[in-house]
């Protein structure tokens, strides 16, 4: 595919999202907050990935500044992009809608917090981060720039690695036995996998 279309078909991909988590950005603001994890740790992590997946592919789009990093993938691999892409969005779309008033973009738990465990999280404990690591692979396979390209699959890894065992320690001291037993019926990103 020509590097129009690549970058237009990433663009609808950024707007979509944004346009999927907006209500709930919007409810999220309305929350009493019981627990709170949102330390320089964790708003550092925000950034990076900020950067990573929004920030150096819009400069890539926008911009020549990262011509020097291009290089060219053959369109069967851009098709795998789309579809990925595509799978990455829905899943967004399901566990936003799943999580609900529950949903937040940090490390917190709200007044009348609720585990859920169904729908998408009925095998699966993380599937927003499916969502993303999906989203990332998209990237890379969307965007022939080595620098626009991996910036989300490098950030997004740092963050998942430091994040998920203080997320399921929070979950943890929230829910107890509850989430003990619910750790053992379901696996963090594949369902009946890893
Ligand atoms: N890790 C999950 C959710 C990401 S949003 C996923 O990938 O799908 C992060 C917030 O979701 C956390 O602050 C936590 O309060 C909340 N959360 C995570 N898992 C949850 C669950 N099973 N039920 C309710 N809230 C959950």
Redesign the pocket.
Known sequence: MDTLTLKILFMIGVVSSFVIRFPYQRENKQNTIVRD?KTTQEKSLLLLVFIGMIILPLIYVLSPWLNFANYSLPVWVNWLGVIAFAIALWLFWR?HRD?GK?????????EG?????DGV?QTI????????WLWCIAQALLLPNWIAGFSGLVSFGVMYGLRIRN?EQ??LEQFGDEYKV?IQQTKRLIPYLF
């Not at 917090?113 to 465990?117: A, D, F, I, M």
Request: no cysteine; aromatic share 14%.
């Open positions: 994890r566990s999580l529950n949903w937040s973009p940090t490390l917190e738990v709200r917090h609720t585990l859920v465990s999280y404990r993380h599937p927003m981060y499916t969502s993303v997320e929070m979950m619910y």
